[in-house]
T-cell receptor, first 112, second 114 residues
Framework: KQEVTQIPAALSVPEGENLVLNCSFT??????LQWFRQDPGKGLTSLLL?????REQTSGRLNASLDKSSGRSTLYIAASQPGDSATYLC???????????FGAGTTVTVRA | GEEVAQTPKHLVRGEGQKAKLYCAPI?????VFWYQQVLKNEFKFLIS????????ETGMPKERFSAKCLPNSPCSLEIQATKLEDSAVYFC????????????FGSGTRLTVV
């Protein structure tokens, strides 16, 4: 069974600081890995999707890396803004199984 | 449209009543998934469909939960005789012909059983 862990559970930083969010998974036979953002009481917004054959993806201030062999992904958010405050979820798609295994999320607060 | 539309946004049911949730996937997406978010960030897979066929139902509590995806209709998730522990946010997601393209989630339906 795939276990997905996100560290830290919560993070509070001053505006302008770079954010580093970690995700680890136990089974390296993944299909893809997706990072989502969830605002309180809202749905999931997809941020970045990394296929198992890729090592990283970038979108604006966001960069996500994937190291399948070590079972890790890292989401970097550069120059954080108060609007980045949200919960960030890592979800792993398992090979031949379209289900997603979610981590428990990292709740980020960016202080103005 | 380019979003997964879930209705209603909120649903309150008395214990023992029926609840029915709807999901319109993105047009052209072949796969539909239902997830239950119980605690703050705990997502539980319920069921998936490939077009109108059940693809994987290993997460469904079969005695009270049922789901359908019929042609030209929104998909539905129905809970018979709701229990207090069914209170959760139910998310629907859809994906193109394979998971290679990732998943698009709807905004969820918050079910409260009182």
């Amino acid at each position: 069974k795939q276990e997905v862990t996100q560290i830290p559970a919560a993070l509070s930083v001053p505006e302008g600081e770079n954010l580093v969010l970690n995700c680890s998974f136990t089974d390296s036979a993944i299909y893809n890995l997706q990072w989502f953002r969830q605002d309180p009481g809202k749905g999931l917004t997809s941020l970045l999707l990394i296929q198992s054959s890729q090592r990283e993806q970038t979108s604006g201030r966001l960069n996500a890396s994937l190291d399948k062999s070590s079972g890790r992904s890292t989401l970097y958010i550069a120059a954080s803004q108060p609007g980045d405050s949200a919960t960030y979820l890592c979800a792993v798609g398992i090979s031949n199984d379209y289900k997603l295994s979610f981590g428990a999320g990292t709740t980020v607060t960016v202080r103005a | 449209g380019e979003e997964v539309a879930q209705t209603p946004k909120h649903l309150v049911r008395g214990e023992g009543q029926k609840a029915k949730l709807y999901c319109a996937p993105i047009k052209g997406h072949s796969y539909v998934f239902w997830y239950q978010q119980v605690l703050k960030n705990e997502f539980k897979f319920l069921i998936s469909f490939q077009n109108e066929n059940v693809f994987d139902e290993t997460g469904m509590p079969k005695e009270r939960f049922s789901a359908k995806c019929l042609p030209n209709s929104p998909c539905s998730l129905e809970i018979q005789a709701t229990k207090l522990e069914d209170s959760a946010v139910y998310f629907c997601a859809s994906s193109q012909s394979s998971a290679l393209y990732g998943y698009t989630f709807g905004s969820g339906t918050r079910l409260t059983v009182v």
